[in-house]
Structures are given as C-alpha cells and as structure tokens.
C-alpha cells in the first residue's frame, strides 16, 4: 500500500517558510531576543573594536611616522647604492634623501658648530617642518624645505652669530641667505649626538657639493625616506634586504623609539583581550540562550515529529533560523560596530587630532566570521540535539532534556572558544594564560561546590526559614547552580582582569612620563662648570635635576674570561639602548660601518657603555640582588642591571674588568638592579661605586624641564656655556605622551564594551533558570508559604551563588593577571588588596540585584496564571 | 486484506533502576481500516505505551507493528517519521499545539509538510468545519482548553491521515466541552473514514467506539464489541466487530 510519491515530504523551501514562520512568533514573542542580542553583541563588539584598532593602528602608526619623517627608513655612515632609490620610485614609493653632518658655520663675526642637514626636494614625506619669519616668531608649516641658496636656521643661531633675517651665512665654501627659522622638524631626533650636536641648519641636497665640506672620510650620515603602501613597503623591504645580503635594513618607528613600540605593542594587547573577552562572553550568553530556547523547543520538535517532520527536516528547520538569526545579527551587528566606532571616535576627537585613515573591509568579516563561529561553537550543539528528540515526548512529557547531557555542547563550546582565542591573539602565549585561568577556575569551582553542595542531595523544599528555603533551592538545582557560578565568575574574573590590567597599564604609563619629565639633556658638562651652571639656573628659577658623570666603559672579562656580547643571541642586533646612550652616542647603524677600523684591531667585539658612578640609587631604579652601598661605600664596586647582567651571565661577587679611556678597571659584581627604560631619563647598564673612576676624565650629564618660553634661555645657558651639548626631546616626549594617552582611552572604552558583554551574561544566566524558578515558587506559593518569605529565599540565594562565583573571580583574575602582566605586558605584578574584598562583594551584589530584579515576577504573577502558562 | 494496523506479540520493556520492568507484554492486536476502537484501563496500565507503539512514536522490544500495511520493526525513525507524516494523525490530551503560532498556523502546519499549495484555504476550512472561524489568527494561550482541542484535532484531519489516534482526548476538559469535542471527533472521523484508535478510562467515551480493548498491568484481558450508542459510528462498529471475531 506504499504508494506514495516522494513528493508528498516537505520540499526545503517549505521548511524554510515554517523556519521563518516558528523565527517571526517565537520573535514576537521575546523568546529569540537574549539570543539574538547575544549574537548581536558579538558581531558589533568585534567589528566595532576591530574597526576601531584597524584605524586608529594606522593612524598611530602614521603618526609616529612623522618621528622618522616617513614610513621607513634605510641609513648609513656611506651612501646606499641609488639604484635603490629608482627602484622604490619605481614600485611606486615615495622617496626622500637626506644628509646629516657637522659643520662649522661662519657670519662675519662669529662661528659656531651646527648640525647641518641637506635635505631633497620630497623631505619630509610624513610629518611636517614648522617655520617662523623672526626668531622665536609665531611657527606656520612649510613643508617645501630651503630652496637653492637658502638655508633655514634654528632661533638661537640668529644671535649667536649676531644675524639678521636675510643676512648671509658661510658653510664651507658655501654662501647662503638666512630665509626662515626653523622652528620643527618631525625627524628632529634622528641621528645620535654627531647628527644633532648644536642647532640645526637646513639646507638644500643640491648645495652640498658646492660646499665641499664631504671629503672621503668625513662623517655623515646618509638617510634615504620611504613612504607608500604598507604591503609594498614590506616588499621592498625584502627586496632590499636580498640585495644587500642583509647589510642594510629599513627600519621603522618601532624600531626608532622603544617607549612608541612599547605603548602600541601593550595598547593592541588590550585591546585583543579586550574583544577576546567580548566575544567570549558573548559566546558564554549565545550558548546560555540557545540552551534555554531549545529546551523550550523539546516540545514543539516532538511535535513536528507527530507531524511527520523526520529528524533531518527538524534539523532544517532549525538550521534556518539560525542562519537567519545569523544574517540578522551580522548586518545589525555591524552597522551597530559601525556606530560603536563612530561614537569612539567622537568622543576621542580631543585626543585624536589627526585624520584617521578610511576603514578597510576586514573588521567587517571578522564580526561575520565571529559570529559564524559562535554560532556552531556555541548555539548549534543545543538546537540540533532538537532532532533527536523523542517523539514520545508528547506522551510522556518526563521525557526530557536526555539529549543535551551529552557532553557533545560543551566540546563544541570548549573547541569554539579555543579557536577563537588562538584566532584573534595569533599568540600561544595569550592562549595558554586564558586557557589555563579559565581550567583553573572550573577546577576550583568544581572543587569547591562538591563541598558545598555535597550535603543534603536529598533535600526537599523546606520552606521553614528563607535561608533553608534558598540553600535548598541551590543544592537541589545542584547541576544548574554549578553552572551559574562557572559562568558568573567567568564573567567577572574577565570584567576584574579588564579593569585592573587597565588601571595597572595606565597608572604605569601616567609614572612613565608624568607632566614635569625633563625634556632636555645636557652633555659633555665639565666637572668645574657643574656649580656656574647650577647658580645660573638657579638665578633663572629652572629646577635642577642630579649631575651624572659620564664616561664609554668596555666591558673585556668576567672572572677573567672573555666577556660574551649581551646580544648576541639576539635578532635585534641593536638591542636595548639607554636614553643617555641613544643622547650621547650615535645611533646603531644599518650598514656595517666597516670604516671604523680601530675597532677591527681588536681581538673581540668589545660594546661601549655609557657607565657613572653615584653614591645615590638613581630614582626609577630598584636594587633586586645585594644591597645599594650607600654612604659608606667604597671603591672597586659595580651595580648591574639585571637582564643585562643575565644576558652576558654575571653574578654577585663576580669580577668584572673594564676599559675605561685606554685604562683597565677592575670591580666586583655588589648589587643588581631593575631599570625602568621607558622613562625617557638617565639610565645606566653599570653603576660604579664613587672613588672607582673618578679619576678617568669623565664629563657630566643632567637633564632639565623647560617648557614654552622657558626655552629661550638655552641660549643664554648656551652662550656662557659653549662646549655643552643640549639634546632636546620635547618634541618626542610630546609625542609619546599623546599616543599614550590615545591608546589609554582606547583602552577605557573597550572595557566598557566588555562590561555590557559582560551584563548581556548575567541576564542571559539568570533568564536561563528561570522557567524552573517560575514553576517552583508558583507550587510553593499554591503550599502556601508567603511572598516575603519567597523573596528573601531567592535573594539568599543569588547572593549567595553571587558570593561564591565572586571568590572564585578575583582568585582567577589575580592568577590570570599574574600571567599576563610579567608575559604579555612586561609589568610586574603585585597583589590588588582591595580586590579581594571588593570582588566578593561586587559578585554578592550584582548578582543578587540582577537576579532578584528578572525574578521579580516569579513572585508578582499570580500562581494560577503561573501554573497555566508552564503547563500549556 | 491486510489490516490498517496490526500487532502481533508486541512487547515493550524498560530498563528502570529496580531492574526490568515490563510495561507491555506480548500484545497482539488487529484493527481493521474505519475501525473505531476504544483502549481502556486504569491509569499505569500501559495504553499510552501501546498507543505510542502502534503510531511508530517509539518503537518495541520484541514483535512486530504493522500499520497501513508496513513493518514498523524494520523501519528507522526517519522512514517512521514520514510514515507517520502519510498516514496518522494525532489528538491529545493536552493538545499539543505550537503555543507560538496562531491557529490557522498550527492546522496548516501538517498540510504545508506535504508541500501543498493550498494549506492555508484548507486550513481555514477545517477551522470553520470545527466551529472556529472567528478565531483563525488567535494564539493557543488565548484559547480556551475546548477550543485547543478543537484546533487540534482539524489539525490530526488537516493531514488527510487514514488512522487517528486519540490520548484521552477529554482528560483536560470538563464533562460539557468533553463531550462536545468528541462529538466533533466522531463525525469528522465517520465523514473522513478515518480509523480510530482512542484511549480513555471513561467508560461513556468508550461505549461510543465500535469496539473495546481492555489493558491489564500491559496485558489485554478484554477484546470485545460494543453496543454503540452513538449514531454516527454504526457502520464502523459493525466492521468492528466482524474483525474482531475473526481475529480472537
Ligand atoms: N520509559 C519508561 N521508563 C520507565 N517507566 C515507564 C516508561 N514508560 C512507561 N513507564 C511505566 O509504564 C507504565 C505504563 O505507562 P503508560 O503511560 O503507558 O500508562 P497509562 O496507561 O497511559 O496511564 P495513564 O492513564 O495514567 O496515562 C507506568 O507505570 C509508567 O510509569
Ligand atoms: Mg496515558
């Protein structure tokens, strides 16, 4: 009797249509509004955060790029072959040249040293030169550079050389007029002490031979500027890599200025875990919601079932609402993204001056992306175990949620979660902490609600005293309530690991470079012009900062061995350079300087460090081996910074023997310390113990805070004062203080972001145990037990599941943010005190007051109508 | 001829914490097509498992189901699933219906499975047929228990099914709504020439089918044809108990 067509079954359009039809009501009804918003959160946090790093990434690095004047740079003591010039111009790269050298300047009645630098047509390709028309005159840009003939002269050389505005000044066998003070240039601090000793002169690349002041063997410093695309930039420099067999390397802002490549190495770092933990979060409220969503579906699935819907049908029909849900939250998600990136944005106008670049399309996938894989990770698992379910069901409704105790969701869950961590941090590293912290709280968590809860399996529904009541109530929803702590203190581990990593990060940077940090170096101080200088700063109201004697020491044996190079394990050849040194001495160069032939005389590799002696533990230092020796010291001792000493493995006690000036010095390894580098402030490798080198000729080193007006009296200093040097770095103090302060910002609005991710959770846990809640308190209430008595046993017993996964959260977040501050963030960590009460407390009352609030109607609503609505 | 549907020495077992329990034992049974047959017995003596068998919900232990001519036995969910999509349609006592969509929805819902163009007119049909035109694009929690049941079943009809089972469709009604909606049963299913299969433990409800099967603790002690008293059904009770006698 089986004679029928294949025709009669469902067609998938059909499915569909009840798919849209069940999505449309089941909408309608709220039942798909947690999930959706939940789908929703993710795409938007991570389009709107993705978005937002992708612009303000290359608006930063843009301009940092004007620290270099270009995207990147290739320098080097002899001029890299031209050639490479025409090749970039022909990839389509904007190119620059630029000579730096030192020169003796003449007016008719004076002379002076100055740091003379020729410059092309295109210089600067990024950034911009300020000039005035007078001397210390209102600045305006002008970015076409000196014209033949003309050079553009720093403020002070004016009356140093007792000139005028248009007056003539000889450079070599050079003449030229005096057109324009220059008053800033983005490259300023390019080059080391050779390049920028004195102030600057400007002139134009096409006078320099005309000058003839480069001779074979003269020193300059060739520099030739890139800028363009980044992908080709990356091209070319591979390019030039290979042709010069890795002699020359084009090297960009990270590499120029640590403190740069720090803030925007640890700024992105947050912002990762930033979105990292949204989408986690949003993935926990995804699964959450569309767990209780298919529970509620048991019954509708039985009854397709009855209908004739075979398994796979049901899987259909649910796979189309998903997707549908999908392509609605992608779109939502991501013009919400959009408008979060916007309103960032907006709100960061003050901080963010500059234009941002446009958007790419990218952060628009990876939102989509997202949320496809939340979806399968996350809602899939619940919603197809739908398809087995039993027919039977609408018989014998018992039959009931057999499906979902496998453990098939939360493999899914747990493989989702892991490839989304490993996906956004493309770092191991970040993986493992999260990872780790995340299996460590549920091992706690197991651990701990065995004990809890272990008592009483058999506890009926006392309803003698509240707390009986809700302490029953957790215990017999023993599974469910395990759950809500696993996912309340992940939600609040993550939101206390935010926010404390984000006033760790920003308090570090506020102590990095606070308001009064000097921002001028003073070098080659003789020890008898320390006390004028000190009475003529005085006299001009400038606070004084210490004098630090300087001089080159070389380190030759450790234990009478050959001391081993600190970096040569490294890749970064260069390595860590202090402030004083990158202030003193030249920059490293790209090109194997091989004309530096007294340095090839020697059997070994000996690297020169800028090295001083003091009584007084410098601030910013930290001795962390042995003790600073104080008052009473004495001679014959060395402080050691401590990577530094590990990297060439020195210890305390170890014997060190140094070339200083031609002499040997011994001393013996007294203490280490910690450095902070990035403070834009004197640092030292070594430190002598006084008495040690004092005899070595050393010059001496202080800094100065000069700020707006107070600048004009570097001239009068430097006229008294004429053999010292003076470093400015305002200009890149400036700099870095603003992009900390951007990326400071950043960082507070994605810990808002992850904040509402995080509230999204909460709700969505506690709407998940709500419909047992219902039923529950609307039988106690038909037994009689009163409202009050209801209210403050669901109280008791939020706070107390608040309490629990409040504990559990401030253990996993100092663990996880022990991990990541000492691997991720190179900070050092310590305990957060107040955490551990305010943790506790926050989870108690959070949780208790959301809970409270969404069950609120399980006591307002009459029981009847209660009972009515499950039982239909 | 074969019969709609059929078993022979059924028997359903549960594995329960207190060992084997045997919830049907060795049943064997025999309704023909247009059949009306009441299943009786107190309550845990096993007539929704047995109604759960014959309509392919789950399947037995041991013996063999035939309905509408083919092996439950040696069919998977799937092949059930669409049988049951064919040729069965259900009533039950707690209605069952999709509580997110309207009326019309949850009736035209089986017609649309068969991909036919024309659910909604049909639906809307059957609607009127059961007296419920004005409440078309009304949602379940705002129909009465009665009027539920009324949607279901011209839903169990909508799907054009041969047999119709019946899990006490009046349990949740009161004796006045109870009555009428299995008035309503009875003549839809003599005017569908449906075959019927209802179990109840009301004795009146009962004396309506054509014939009776009495469940004991899983086993059938009771097999026999009934006065009728309704007037509709007479013929189906006459088929009734000809095949019962050729069958006991
Ligand atoms: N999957 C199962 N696991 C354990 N016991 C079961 C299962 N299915 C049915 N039973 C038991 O088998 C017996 C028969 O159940 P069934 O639902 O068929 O009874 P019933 O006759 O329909 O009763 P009622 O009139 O109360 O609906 C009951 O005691 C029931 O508890
Ligand atoms: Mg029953």
Redesign the interface.
Known sequence: ??D?SP?????PV?LM??AL??LW??W??G?LRLLLLAMVMAVTSVSGIALFTDRLERALLQESATMLAADRVLSGRQMPPREWLDEATQRGLMTAEVQAFASMVFSDQANLLVAAKAVSEAYPLRGELRVADQPFGAAYADNAGPARGEVWVESRVLPSLGLEMGDTLYLGDGEFVVSRVLVQEPDRQQGGMMDNAGPRVLMNLDDVPSTNVIQPGSRVTYRYLFAGELAELDVYADWVREQSAGDFRLRDVRDESQEVSDALARGESFLLLGSLFAVLLAGIAIALTARRYSERHF??A????????????ISAIYFGILLSLLLIAVVVGSVLGWLVHEGILLLLQSVIPIALPEASFTPFWLGALTAFICLFAFAMPPLLALKHT???R????DLADAPLSTSLPYIFGIAGALVLILWYSQDVLISIILVGSVAGVALVLSAMSYLLLRTGSAAGMRAGSAWMLAMSAVRRRRRQSVLQVLVFSLTIMSLLTLALLRTDLINDWQAQLPEDTPNHFMMNISSNQIAGMQSFLQENEVDTNPFYPMVAAGLLTVNGAPAPHPWDNDDDASGRTTMTERAGAEQPDDAASGSDTGESERPQRVENRQVTWTAQLPPDNEVVAGNWWGEDNRPGLVSVERDYAERIGVTLGDELVFRVNEQEITAVVDNMRTVRWDNMQPNFFFIFSPGTLDHLGATYLSTLLLQGEEKLLLNDLLRQFPTIVVLEVDALIEQIQSIIAQVSSAIELIAALVLVAGALVLLSCVNATLDERFRENAILRTLGAGRKLIMTSLLIEFAFIGLLAGVIATLGAELSLYYLQSEVFQQTFSLHYWVWIAGPLAGTVIIAALGFAATRKVVSSSPLSVLR?L?? | MTAMIEARHLTKQVATSEGQLIILNDISLRIEAAEAVAIVGVSGSGKSTLLGLMAGLDSASAGDMFLDGQNLSTMDEEERAQLRGRSVGFVFQSFQLLPSLTALENVMLPIELKNDKDARRKAASLLQRVGLESRLQHYPNQLSGGEQQRVAIARAFASEAKILFADEPTGNLDAATGAKVIDLLFSLNAEFGTTLVLVTHDDRLAQRCGRLVRLVAGEITEDSAVETSGVENGTAGEASTAGDAAHV
């Open positions: 009797m089986s029928y025709a009669t079954t469902a067609s059909t249509r009840v039809r069940l009501r089941d309608r009804g039942e019954d509708y039985a009854i397709l079932k009855t209908l004739g819907c075979t398994s796979n049908q039993s027919p039977l609408v018989l014998r409704k609505q039982s239909a």
